[in-house]
């Protein structure tokens, strides 16, 4: 059974940075794309970011060149540092691999 644990959130001013992480068990993790999806309140989850097993990575526009995964396959975790967050940036973000299990997600708040 796969379990995906993410931590990292938190509240921080506009312009700052958090770095997300999200720790799995489960022995499959290395053969699949993991990925970071977001949910703020009355809007739908909404992709954030993948990377494929072998490092290939896929952002939506909106956070390209502010938000960076990574995973180490060998500590089974994936990361999203995220810099010049915004105020629309702020979220429930969830952890996926594969789209087939989920994480019980982070809350980030971005807020003077």
């Known amino acids: 059974q796969v379990q995906l644990v993410e931590s990292g959130g938190g509240l921080v001013q506009p312009g700052g940075s958090l770095r997300l992480s999200c720790a799995a068990s489960?022995?499959?993790?290395?053969?699949?794309?993991m990925g970071w999806y977001r949910q703020a309140p009355g809007k739908q989850r909404e992709l954030v970011a993948t990377?494929?097993?072998?490092?290939?990575?896929n952002y939506v526009d909106s956070v390209k060149g502010r938000f960076t995964i990574s995973r180490d396959n060998a500590k089974m975790t994936v990361y999203l540092p995220m810099n010049s967050l915004k105020p629309k940036d702020a979220a429930v973000y969830y952890c996926?691999?594969?789209?087939?299990?989920w994480g019980q997600g982070t809350q980030v708040t971005v807020s003077s």
């Open positions: 489960g022995s499959i993790f290395s053969i699949y794309t």
């Open positions: 996926t691999l594969a789209q087939n299990y």
């Open positions: 990377i494929t097993r072998t490092g290939y990575t």
